[in-house]
């Protein structure tokens, strides 16, 4: 019998990474309560994005939270999706857990920065400002679910290939909510943009979930 050699990931920083996760959603939930109250119904109720879409929201204490909660259990998710379908590189774990937080965080840095330029250029600001809030919150509504799916991965359903297709059909949907809801919000402000707005959704929104589908099937 030839030996197998078996990579064995330690739980240790990845238990760290999920704890860190969860006490920031707590920080955020204990400092500003009613605020949560009104995110955690996000999908069912448009309370939190009409409260809250105001000037000086990306600076808000409570949506950076939310967004750091986002990337590190984003990053987890990516990171436990290529050990499941083997496709870690050959280095350390934590380095590419990191290698991954960093460029989800320059790429969502670059986006946001993209579509404001965007807002400058067509001197709407305000209407292009709410709708990256808007975004931005669906999509950190959606890392709950993400962080509920990395404790399945690690501890319950490891390597489940089947929890990983549940939760991001259950992301997608939420996230199409969020944008169903948003043209329907700003459906008079965008119109005389569609045509550039459906550009955005296939370059910065559809674009790298293909991009990535395409890797994971390849």
Excluded: R
Excluded at 24 to 37: C, D, S
Aim: aromatic share 16%; hydrophobic share 55%; net charge positive.
């Amino acid at each position: 019998m030839n030996p197998i050699e078996k990579t064995i990931i330690s739980l240790d920083w990845i238990t760290i990474a999920l704890f860190l996760s969860l006490v920031v959603l707590a920080l955020g939930k204990y400092l500003y309560h009613k605020k949560f109250l009104n995110f955690i119904i996000l999908p069912f109720n448009d309370k939190y994005i009409l409260l809250h879409n105001k000037k000086g929201q990306f600076s808000h204490w409570f949506h950076l939270l939310l967004t750091l909660f986002q990337l590190i259990n984003l990053s987890l998710f990516l990171f436990l999706i290529l050990k499941v379908f083997e496709l870690l590189p050959q280095v350390d774990a934590l380095t590419t857990y990191f290698i991954l937080l960093g460029l989800l965080a320059l790429f969502e840095l670059i986006k946001f920065v993209l579509q404001m330029f965007t807002g400058y250029v067509f001197n709407n600001l305000g209407v292009v400002g709410s709708v990256i809030f808007s975004k931005m919150s669906y999509l950190n509504y959606s890392s709950i679910l993400i962080c509920i799916c990395n404790v399945l991965l690690i501890y319950i359903t490891t390597n489940s290939k089947t929890t990983i297709y549940i939760v991001l059909i259950l992301v997608f949907l939420i996230n199409a909510i969020g944008i169903v809801k948003l043209l329907k919000n700003y459906q008079k402000a965008l119109f005389p943009y569609f045509m550039y707005f459906i550009l955005y959704l296939c370059t910065l929104e559809i674009a790298p979930l293909v991009l990535i589908g395409s890797y994971l099937k390849g």
